[in-house]
Nanobody
C-alpha cells in the first residue's frame, strides 16, 4: 500500500519557521516529481513547491525566497523548510508524488500528481 505521510506542522507565530516532512512508503518515488500543495479554508488547493528527481525546484510566487523544498531519495522523504511564515500561509499542507516519471522542470499542476498525503495543518498567528 502506497502512503505519503506528512509531519512537522503546528501552530507558530508570524516570522517563525517550520519544517514539514513527507515520508513515502510502499514504493520508491526517487524518479518522480514531488510537490507540496496547500489549501486554506474556502479556497482551492494551490501549488506551493515542487522538486524533480534531479532536484530542480519550482516555487509559487507567494513563497519564493521564504520556502525551500528538498528531498532525500535514500529516505524516500521530501521536506519543505518554511521561513518567515505569514498568517496567509495558514492552510492544510499536502505532499504529493507525480503520476509519471519524466525529465524537465518539476510539475506545478495538481492533476499531474497522483499520490497524495492526508495533509497536515499549519497555522500562523499574527
Amino acid at each position: 500500500q502506497v502512503q505519503l505521510v506528512e509531519s512537522g506542522g503546528g501552530l507558530v507565530q508570524a516570522g517563525d519557521s517550520l519544517r514539514l516532512s513527507c515520508a513515502a512508503s510502499g514504493r520508491t518515488f526517487s524518479r518522480n516529481d514531488m510537490g507540496w500543495f496547500r489549501q486554506a479554508p474556502g479556497r482551492e488547493r494551490e501549488f506551493v513547491a515542487a522538486i524533480s528527481w534531479r532536484s530542480a525546484t519550482n516555487y509559487s510566487d507567494s513563497v519564493k525566497g521564504r520556502f525551500t523544498i528538498s528531498r532525500d531519495n535514500a529516505k524516500n522523504t521530501v521536506y519543505l523548510q518554511m521561513n518567515t511564515l505569514k498568517p496567509e500561509d495558514t492552510a492544510i499542507y499536502y505532499c504529493a508524488a507525480s503520476r509519471v516519471v519524466k525529465l524537465g522542470a518539476p510539475l506545478r499542476t495538481r492533476d499531474d500528481y497522483g499520490y497524495w498525503g492526508q495533509g497536515i495543518q499549519v497555522t500562523v498567528s499574527s
